[in-house]
């Protein structure tokens, strides 16, 4: 069963209309991240939270918002998407243990902007 | 063979030749470090990870090695696999933190 959920798999908007992407997770796991990965890149860390705490990167545009309403649920909301946002956003959780966190990922949602 | 361009490096092997995937990462203050799979569409699958006090770890037909000195980590795939074609990501988490940052990726093409 999938440990990490992500409503749509595939999602367009249009140029400058606000969209809003899901992830669900049933590992109770206390962070959980949002990466922007392009064609032929890396995923790109966006922000992530530990549990409520926001933590977001100093380079991702304002553009890109999050929202945690609870431990089990994480959106990530694009208010003005730009031709430039296209790309696949994947959400990740993790537990760090130990010194280890391993982040487990969603199968991604692929945004097209038209 | 391997090439680097404006796409992601590539590597090409055979069917049953051992493959070695190599990632530079940044940051010395990582103490923790993930090898990742991704397959097209599909979200990254963790294969196997090791601490900063580690230098050398085994797992099915992988082996991760870490050299802190020059900051290199690299994934060894032994008698590699159709299966194994993907793109490959190494990330570092940086101590006293729980960021995941990720490396640039190699695409591994196996060819039967």
């Known amino acids: 069963d999938a440990m990490v959920i992500q409503n749509p798999r595939y999602q367009v908007t249009q140029f400058g209309k606000p969209v809003t992407l899901s992830c669900s997770q049933t590992?109770?796991?206390?962070?959980m991240y949002w990466y922007q990965q392009k064609s032929s890149q890396a995923p790109k860390l966006l922000f992530h939270y530990y549990d409520k705490d926001f933590n977001n990167e100093a380079d991702t545009p304002d553009n890109f918002q999050s929202r945690r309403p609870n431990t089990s649920f994480c959106f990530l909301d694009i208010r003005s998407p730009g031709l430039g946002d296209a790309a696949m956003y994947l959400c990740a959780t993790s537990r760090p243990t130990g010194g280890k966190t391993e982040a487990f990922f969603g199968q991604g949602t692929r945004l097209t902007v038209v | 063979g391997e090439s680097v361009g404006l796409h992601l490096p590539t590597l090409s092997v055979q069917e049953g030749d051992n493959s070695i995937i190599n990632c530079a990462y940044s940051n010395s203050a990582s103490d923790y470090f993930i090898w990742y799979k991704q397959e097209s569409g599909k979200g990254p699958q963790f294969i196997i990870d090791i601490r900063s006090n580690m230098d050398k770890r085994q797992g099915q037909r992988v082996t991760v090695l870490l050299n802190k000195t020059v900051k290199h980590l690299s994934l060894q795939i032994a008698a590699t696999q159709p299966g194994d074609s993907a793109v490959y990501f190494c990330?570092?988490?940086?101590?006293?933190?729980?960021?995941?940052?990720f490396g640039k990726g190699m695409k591994l093409t196996v060819n039967p």
């Open positions: 990330a570092e988490n940086i101590g006293g933190s729980e960021k995941l940052v």
């Open positions: 590992l109770n796991h206390n962070v």
